[in-house]
């Protein structure tokens, strides 16, 4: 499911880039499994709750509803930048070069976040998970920082959109 994640991601990254909708639609079709994927591990997730567990399985149980839940936003953000980049070239939006830069930095931290997450969950790298929170704290600072540059971009009427 990470790994459809990813591949959902990086689709949704090519078709911000260059606006192709083949991309789009792998993003899509990577989105409803992840869906899918989704709603069947939760099921089986609650069936599990059933069962009596260990101190260390129930937190093993909860961490990884948490994983579902978190990998599946990341599938809900996708169908969202597609759906804005609709709209973008429904609208000829205009976005600067900055703007532009800005996005492939969000999602070259992004992604290889999201890789070292996935490896970290696979391998049970807790040092990696550590680096994967850092970098998470410096998504969260970034994405504040572009969201400022942005609207400064927008207000001189550098960027429609």
């Not at 899509?28 to 599990?48: F, G, H, P, S, W």
């Amino acid at each position: 499911m990470g790994k459809f994640a990813k591949v959902c991601l990086e689709g949704s990254n090519e078709y911000v880039k260059i606006g192709i909708c083949k991309h789009a639609d792998t993003a899509m079709q990577v989105e409803d499994a992840i869906n899918n994927l989704d709603r069947k591990i939760t099921d089986y997730l609650v069936l599990i709750t059933r069962s009596e567990m260990s101190i260390f399985e129930s937190e093993e149980h909860s961490m990884l509803i948490d994983t579902v839940r978190d990998i599946e936003r990341i599938g809900d953000h996708c169908e969202n930048l597609i759906e804005l980049v609709d709209y973008q070239i429904a609208n000829k939006v205009k976005l600067t070069e900055s703007t532009m830069d800005d996005l492939k930095e969000m999602f070259d931290i992004t992604i290889a976040a999201l890789t070292d997450a996935i490896a970290a969950l696979d391998d049970k790298d807790t040092a990696l998970a550590t680096k994967v929170l850092k970098t998470e704290r410096q998504i969260d600072k970034l994405e504040r920082t572009l969201r400022k540059k942005h609207i400064l971009r927008i207000h001189e009427a550098e960027c429609t959109g």
